[in-house]
């Protein structure tokens, strides 16, 4: 079953001799539980793709449809509700708060849904096994980068989305701890039927996946 | 070296928004200083010429002989001093008039007369050697008519009225003063010199050099006081010579030294100028601190490649001063629009101009008063303030640019790189105690570097402590304004109508008569005040003040009045157990007695309970420094009068030192304690002696005075000038009755009260646009400061609405920590400064606290203030793109 359906999406900046086509009409989809790479140059389109789906940003033109509903239609308000309950987004700057410990990080998404509860068991599962329930009252700025990663990893887990949306996700990690966190997000991927779309420049984490998409200038490669 | 000044002016184009703001800041603080120091000048300037006018064009005058005369006039400008006028009042001769009082008959020409600013007011100066010329105090004391071309006698001289002068400018005690011509024979070879220096000159050091040329002693100079203060220029070495005098005058304390600076330093203004200097720096430090943290990584950068503090500094140095070329000129325009536009009318209050009143000595004459004549007010731009505002800031700038960047130096690399270090906090987890963390957050956002939290939370409260403040000082100023005029300046009604002094005490008002003019076409009301004369036993060890009344005080050159003593045998009189005191004896009616409960230092007043238990008021001894402790006479101790019997019709009897029988004795006990009367009858004793004061019924069952001596007469608001008139057919005839109009000279000190609160308030807006400009910009920093943790919430997915909520937290927050401040601040300000307005200010109030409503307006102003600057920021970052701002990180 469909996920996610990218329906000619387009996504152009500036006008005229100035147009940069970042996405051009791309199409694809992915089924529900799907662990997919998306590959490709720097520039190539990846991050904003991640971003549209996210809904983060709005295509220039196309569709872009979770769980059967038309999120590029979605107003603002209606957007960020559903990136609330559907969406967990790993960022590749990690994108923590600075102001809160690693614990509240991790539980931040949920703290600001009240319909949902937060389950401090399962936000003390994820941060021992990605290895930092020590580290669980520092600050960001205490913390190395690949420990702030997987604070960002974990926070991304934490109201168990729909879909989670990684972008380089293991950049800063040494390769033992790599090979963890990709153990525990397909682990994840598949308790909990979360569609996993991880953006990565590793051709062997790429592997790893169930499906590899590749863009090249905006456009779809191979792979659907 | 060409980067030195290109990066300062790309930082600038690159934050134009700051820069706009350091810029306004500058213009705004520029402006407020030149418009209210230009306002002070222009006043200075004009209460100066005000006072020349009044007190004469004159520093000094020496009594010299011809020789001396000539010696100055030979030389009048060398090296040491200038003197700019000379001008001489020759002293033809002197009559003595049975003992009282001498008259001393001089010559002066107009030029002279100018420079005394004593001159012809009507008819000619004399002529011929049997004219004289003489103000009208002077014939009132020699029972002289004021007619031009009367008979008036001088011992064994009989003279022609040729000319009636104005008062001479200075008392001059038991010494008058009367104009003959220059023909009139010479008895001495004495002249009144008078000498006019360079007032741009230091005016101190010429005198001393002129007494060392002319082989002058310096004692022998009587100066023009008046005229002297306000040419003399406020300088370190006087405030050194001030301190110096007062540390060692053994009575003298603290507000002594505050009172002799606010005269003789101008302290007000000195005051006002240091709090509005501070205050401008103060902004324009706090949103240069705003752009420079804002920038902090740029200055990690140039740090990283070797940039020295130094260099630092200078290139900080470079965008102020380029700022403040702009916004110096700008600012010191619009200060002076503002001036010409808005504060010319408020300059009196730094003027410090007296009264409008103008009583004449003779007492007995109407009330003569100078209006205000708004178009002979003459603006002034003050150029050696403008140059020291100028140059103060320019100093301040390098001392804010030497502090930041040691701050810059300071910091590390790594630190300027995470500018928003914040404190290591306690390890803890809110989340586990908290479903939202929202709340935290704000914390977080708000105490996570407690210096800087307090920086923003000072800078914002401060406009607000200065307007709250001013607002205390304008209400307090008004009211001590208002009582000022009813109890001081006689201005406490439309009209007065009032028993003329050669009058025996049981001649007055009938009751018919003050019925008469109550009901009145055009009066609304009427209050009838009785008065009597008396006389009260002080025991000695209840007299703290000997020193108030000449006839005890043991000075050798302080001499009690030769009217008074021959009047009332002195204000005070010692006996072997106790002073002896003149009193007034005022009866009020109750409408009075309510109002007179403004005054109270003690106890309290009620009408019904006075006249049931024959309760009296004391109106006590009240000093320079409004201090009321000089008479130890209180709530509950009784007094013992003496009044002259009321059908003695004897004026010899007002000496006390009659046969007993002459008198009668009565004790009261005291009720309540007043420091001021609401009136003040001048035809006796005056303020010189202590009041007494008790219902008219007291007075008339104490007395069986069945008269009034005045009637306080209050006009409608309808009532036209023709009021007055029809007031005087009631006592047409009765030329022992005088009716003063008082309604012009009201009107003008209303108005002048109304100017003054006008400025003050016109000053505040000021500071609240400052303070307002300045809570904008620091809290727009300070959410932006936020922006990329607020893309993170975003990101996650907030909603717009939790943000908003979030934001007006804060602001909450923020309210009340800033009204927190400006409460505990006020506490102790309105106190100190309460203190200064009572005891060097005099003012005679009891002092008001700011009321809880202008309070609630001011904190209500913040908080508005806060949300609409959260809300509409909030908004903004709202607007932004979100990946954009995640990447501000």
Known sequence: MEILEIRNVKKYYGKNDNLVKALDDVSFKIGKGEFVAIVGQSGSGKSTLLNLIGGLDKPTSGSIIINGKEISGFSPKKQTEFRRKNIGFIFQNYS??????????????????RSQKTDHEYIKRILTDLGIWEKRKKLPHQLSGGQQQRTAIARALANKPAIILADEPTGNLDSGTTMDVMELLKNSCKEYSQTMIMVTHNDMLAASCDRILSILDGKIERGY | MRMIFLIPFSFMKKNVRQTISILLSIILSVGMIVAVSCMMYSAHVNKTESIREQKGDHHYFILGSSDTLKSISDDTDNSDFTLQNVKAMKIKDSVDITGDFNIVLAFADSECRKMMSHDIISGTYPVTTDEIALDRYTLHLLNAGEEIGSSVSLGDKTFILSGIVSEPPE?????????????????????NIYLKFDEDKDLYKQVVAFAEKCQIDTEALHS????????????????????RAVHEDEEANFITLLMRLRSEMHLTTGIVSFFLVLFSIFIIYSIFSVSISKRMKEYSILQTIGVSRSMICLMLMIELYSLLLIGFPVGCGLGILADKLFFRQGSDLFSGRASLIERTHSGAENLQYTVYDDSQYRFFVDGSALFGCALLIAVLIIGMCFIISARINKMTVKDMMNSDKIREHKEKIYSLKNKSLLNKLNDRFMFAVPSKFLMIIISMSLGCILIISINFIAVNTRINNMMI??????????????VSKDEPLDIGITAEQAEMVGTSEGISSVSAFMYDLGEISVNKDLLKWKEFWPEIAGDETWKPSPETMKRFNGIAVEDTDCYRIKTNIYGYDDSSLDELKDYIIEGSIDAQSMKNENGII??????????????????????????????????????FDGADEKYEV??????????????????????????????????????????????AV?????????????????????????IYDNSVAIEERNKEIKRAESLIYGIAVLLMIIAVFNIINTISHVLDSKRYSFAVLRAIGISENNFMKMLFVQAMKYTVSTVAVIIASELAIQRIVGNMLKHVYGYINQIQNVSLFVNIIVFAFIGIIFTLTVTVTGKQILDSDIIDELKTE
């Not at chain 1, 923590?96 to 849904?113: F, G, H, K, Q, R």
């Not at chain 2, 001059?172 to 002249?191: H, I, M």
């Not at chain 2, 009240?622 to 008479?631: E, H, R, S, T, W």
């Not at chain 2, 007055?724 to 047409?732: A, H, P, W, Y």
């Open chain 1, 96 to 113: 923590l708060m600075p102001e809160l410990c690693v614990y509240d990080n991790v539980a931040l998404p949920v703290s600001i849904d």
């Open chain 2, 171 to 191: 008392k001059t005690g038991t010494t008058r003063e009367a104009f003959v011509c220059e023909g009139y024979p010479d008895s001495y070879d004495l002249y």
């Open chain 2, 224 to 243: 023009n006081g008046d005229l002297i203060d306000c040419v003399i220029d406020g300088n370190f070495q006087r405030f050194i010579n001030i301190v």
């Open chain 2, 485 to 498: 005029m009813h109890s001081q300046e006689g201005l406490s009604s439309d009209v007065k109508i009032s």
């Open chain 2, 618 to 655: 004391l109106r006590t001894l009240i000093d320079a420094q409004n201090n009321d402790d000089g008479l130890d006479i209180g709530v509950g101790d009784r007094i013992v009068l003496k009044t002259v019997r009321y059908n003695e019709n004897n004026k010899e009897l007002l000496r």
């Open chain 2, 666 to 711: 009565k004790e009261y006990v005291v009720d309540a304690v007043v420091n001021a009367s609401l009136i003040n009858n001048t035809e006796y004793i005056g303020k010189e002696g202590l009041d007494i004061i008790m219902t008219n019924e007291q007075m008339k069952k104490n007395y069986g005075i069945d008269v009034y001596n005045v009637l």
């Open chain 2, 714 to 738: 209050y006009k409608n608001s309808e009532s036209d000038n023709t009021v007055v008139s029809k007031l005087g057919d009631i006592f047409s005839g009765d030329d022992n009755i005088k």
